[in-house]
């Protein structure tokens, strides 16, 4: 039944048989959880073949003796695999080390201490801004938190950021110098940037260093038969205009093993040549052994496209069943909606509205860890107090299953006292 119909007294029977499901819940002696998006050990095995590699053979295909020093830029072989992957070209695109989140760290402090290549002056000389598209990914609003950059919410929609909110911002604020994005499969809603919604974005009047931190995680983690074609932003941004204006970022992580990938990165000739001079400072070459066996492994973009849908065979009944469970015990009572994404890792959770930290301290204290309340924010500040993260792919499908029907169970409990008023 409809919770915004019941009457008071209805409410009422309602959470008391809530609240014996619940303490039923916590009899149980759960320890479930639910907060990061992980690959299962299941989805880890699938790349253990690469714990024997690169064995003797220490060349790569162009020669590389890849137990030397060198090769800032990374193995060309793999650059061409990832460059066809994110739609950035080989010649465009540098792998680097292990994490992509590490590059994005590097190239704003790189713009915080010198400015960008097209900056007349540090980043740090001035107070700056960024644009956070919500719900979007803690660790980026980490990064920016963490140096003092204030962070400004516009809404995510299915087709990406709302354009108008963004150009209208940076139109009027030359202080606003970047933007966090993840146009593929989005974190946590899934949603997918359209074409038109990134020439938009590239092509909008805005400070001449202002950059887009285009992360493209989940570019080939595909939930359906094929991930959608990657948007040429580099060519796009060349074409309108502003070819400095973006940063793609890209990394095996979720695709090998998630401690031990392959990062890249991806922009104008400009903005490699900027980031190339200041991380020679720190660094001599990349883990080249490590890239090696991941090129041995994956051999080419359809070999990473192959062992994706391995991947997808493991997780895609992992989201089925949380998306069943969603609709099963949320559909009468209309406290909730959510995503039902073609991708990624997550399915964004509305409930309620200020009823999500009470859902989430109901699930803590049955043994449920969820991500904490206003974790998909900037400063971890859901003006609504309604959204949750849910990440389905690491525990096993039974384990899923409980918890899901746990955190169900608690948000219905937690609607119900925020309909009475917690009387």
């Not at 994956?298 to 009944?317: F, K, N, Q, S, T």
Request: charged fraction near 25%.
């Amino acid at each position: 039944m409809n919770f915004h119909s019941m009457s008071v007294e209805e409410l009422r029977t309602t959470r008391s048989d809530l609240q014996k499901r619940y303490d039923e819940l916590c009899a149980a002696g759960l320890d479930l959880n639910l907060t990061r998006g992980k690959p299962g050990p299941d989805q880890l095995d699938l790349s253990n073949e690469m714990l024997s590699l690169p064995g003797e053979d220490f060349r790569s295909p162009s020669g590389t003796d890849c137990r030397n020093y060198g090769g800032v830029t990374g193995l060309p072989e793999l650059r061409e695999i990832f460059g066809e992957l994110l739609g950035t070209g080989a010649d465009r695109t540098l792998a680097l080390g292990n994490a992509s989140l590490e590059v994005m760290n590097d190239v704003t402090v790189f713009a915080m201490l010198h400015g960008t290549a097209d900056s007349d002056r540090a980043w740090s000389a001035e107070p700056i801004k960024f644009l956070c598209p919500v719900p979007g990914y803690d660790r980026h609003f980490g990064i920016t938190e963490l140096y003092g950059i204030e962070m400004i919410n516009v809404p995510m929609n299915p087709d990406g950021p709302d354009v108008e909110a963004c150009a209208a911002l940076v139109a009027n604020d030359p202080s606003i110098k970047g933007m966090w994005l993840v146009p593929t499969y989005s974190n946590p809603t899934g949603y997918t940037v359209s074409e038109d919604v990134a020439r938009k974005l590239l092509a909008m009047p805005a400070a001449d260093d202002f950059r887009i931190y285009w992360d493209n995680a989940y570019a080939v983690h595909t939930l359906v038969e094929r991930a959608p074609e990657p948007i040429p932003v580099l060519d796009i941004a060349e074409e309108v205009g502003n070819p400095n204006r973006v940063y793609v970022f890209g990394s095996t992580s979720k695709i090998t093993f998630a401690g031990a990938g392959v990062a890249f990165f991806a922009s104008s000739q400009a903005n490699l040549d900027w980031y190339i001079k200041h991380i020679s400072a720190a660094t001599i070459g990349p883990d080249k052994l490590n890239q090696l066996r991941h090129l041995q492994f994956l051999r080419d973009a359809d070999g990473v496209r192959a062992h994706m849908d391995r991947h997808r065979a493991l997780i895609e009944p992992k989201f089925k069943l949380v998306l069943e469970i969603l609709e099963e015990r949320f559909a009468d009572s209309k406290i909730a909606s959510w995503t039902e994404p073609d991708g990624g890792y997550f399915i964004s959770l509305d409930v309620i509205e200020g009823a999500a930290a009470r859902t989430i301290e109901l699930a803590e204290k049955a043994g449920i860890s969820l991500t904490a309340a206003g974790s998909a924010f900037p400063y971890k500040k859901d003006p609504h107090d309604r959204n949750i993260r849910l990440a389905p792919t690491f525990p096993p499908i039974d384990e899923l299953r409980t918890a899901m029907d746990g955190v169900a169970t608690c948000a219905l409990l937690g609607a119900t006292e925020v309909l009475l008023g917690d009387e």
